[in-house]
């Protein structure tokens, strides 16, 4: 059974930065994007950024110009640098990795910027 671990977040002061990473335990194949999505308390789980087989990457536009996907297709490895924090990025952050008939989820990990 595949695992996502998430990795990297933690307590920082506003204008700090953060690099969440993420990682499979087992195989995986036929990836097509790879993604970080955060949910705040009281509100709907939002796609934050994404990264496709082929390097196509997408962002949402409060976070464009601050944080930056990237991958390592060897190690099927995803990053988020988060640069610039606000208080308003604070977050569950979730790494998510589809597939052609699969999708995988992490466990989250805790951003929290405090103003």
């Known amino acids: 059974q595949v695992q996502l671990v998430e990795s990297g977040g933690g307590l920082v002061q506003a204008g700090g930065s953060l690099r969440l990473s993420c990682a499979p335990s087992g195989s995986i194949f036929r990836l097509l994007v790879m993604g970080w999505y955060r949910q705040a308390p009281g509100k709907q789980r939002e796609l934050v950024a994404a990264?496709?087989?082929?390097?196509?990457?997408n962002y949402a536009d409060s976070v464009k110009g601050r944080f930056s996907i990237s991958r390592d297709n060897a190690k099927n490895t995803v990053y988020l640098q988060m640069n610039s924090l606000k208080p308003e990025d604070t977050a569950v952050y979730y790494c998510n990795y589809r597939g052609v008939g699969s999708d995988y989820w992490g466990q989250g990990t805790q951003v929290t910027v405090s103003a």
């Open positions: 990264i496709t087989n082929v390097g196509s990457t």
